[in-house]
């Protein structure tokens, strides 16, 4: 027979589980998108016409996909925090 604190436990472990797979995936998936869009922003540099503008797109580009995945990382962090504080038993 299963209480139904264990079964809670369950739930908590599994968000745990996955707030942390959300917050480490999403650092590997970044760096896998940079790495893929510097190979096209090193050509786009070679060429000198598209120099200027590739550099400014690339900034902009960087800077948006550092900011979305550490918001998703932070997201897979909130969720790890909270299932370890109520886990825990601490008011958040």
Known sequence: MNRPESCVHWWLGLADLLGHGV????????RIHLSVADEAFRVLTAVPVTRPTSRVVQACHHGISHLSYNCVSFAGQ??????????SGTRI
């Open 23 to 30: 917050q480490h995936g999403a650092i590997k998936v970044k």
């Open 78 to 87: 909130a969720v790890v925090e909270f299932a370890g504080a109520a886990r």
